[in-house]
T-cell receptor, first 114, second 114 residues
Framework: AQTVTQSQPEMSVQEAETVTLSCTYD???????LFWYKQPPSRQMILVIR??????QNATENRFSVNFQKAAKSFSLKISDSQLGDAAMYFC???????????FGKGITLSVRP | DSGVTQTPKHLITATGQRVTLRCSPR?????VYWYQQSLDQGLQFLIQ???????AKGNILERFSAQQFPDLHSELNLSSLELGDSALYFC?????????????FGQGTRLTVV
């Protein structure tokens, strides 16, 4: 069974600095996707970034980028130039099978210090 | 706004009762997923429907059931409620439900069982 592990329950970053959130996963599949979702205090889950495993290039979306290491089964999220609005819970997620149900990590609470 | 609508936003009910949570997916999305978010279990997949048919089942209790109607809206029925059923219940929808298709989440229904 696929598992997703986020071992850091909380992190803090100074505004305008860079922070990296870690995620590891376990799968026997060779082709798959990985997601990072953000859950702000409003509770809504918002897709931040998506990585396709067969692509060598790390995904980037504005200030958000990933460091995807397939052999190590590691998928970390880097947030550059952190903003107060980045404060939220972040979940790493793995879509399982053809139906794409998501397996989530336990999440990490990110706080941003002004 | 994700385009996924969940009602009600909050629900308080007594143990032993039955409740129905409603979800309207994004226009055109055929796939609906239900997730439960609790402090001890994290985010867990419950069940998926695709165009009216059950497609995948996760950690859904026998006291819980769901269905998707011809107009594609979905309902999650929770019966014989227990204190431990208190959680945030999310509905998500996607266009097809395969591979790396992005799932769009509603704002959730906060269920409190007293």
């Amino acid at each position: 069974a696929q598992t997703v592990t986020q071992s850091q329950p909380e992190m803090s970053v100074q505004e305008a600095e860079t922070v990296t959130l870690s995620c590891t996963y376990d799968t026997s599949e060779s082709d798959y996707y990985l997601f990072w979702y953000k859950q702000p205090p409003s509770r809504q889950m918002i897709l931040v970034i998506r990585q396709e495993a067969y692509k060598q290039q790390n995904a980037t979306e504005n200030r958000f980028s990933v460091n995807f290491q397939k052999a190590a089964k590691s998928f970390s999220l880097k947030i550059s130039d952190s903003q107060l609005g980045d404060a939220a819970m972040y979940f790493c997620a793995y879509p399982t099978g053809a139906n794409s149900k998501l397996t989530f990590g336990k999440g990490i609470t990110l706080s941003v210090r002004p | 706004d994700s385009g996924v609508t969940q009602t009600p936003k909050h629900l308080i009910t007594a143990t032993g009762q039955r409740v129905t949570l409603r979800c309207s997916p994004r226009s055109g999305d055929l796939s609906v997923y239900w997730y439960q978010q609790s402090l001890d279990q994290g985010l867990q997949f419950l069940i998926q429907y695709y165009n009216g048919e059950e497609r995948a089942k996760g950690n859904i209790l026998e006291r819980f059931s769901a269905q998707q109607f011809p107009d594609l809206h979905s309902e999650l029925n929770l019966s014989s409620l227990e204190l431990g059923d208190s959680a945030l219940y999310f509905c998500a929808s996607s266009a097809e439900g395969g591979g790396g298709t992005e799932a769009f989440f509603g704002q959730g229904t906060r269920l409190t069982v007293v």
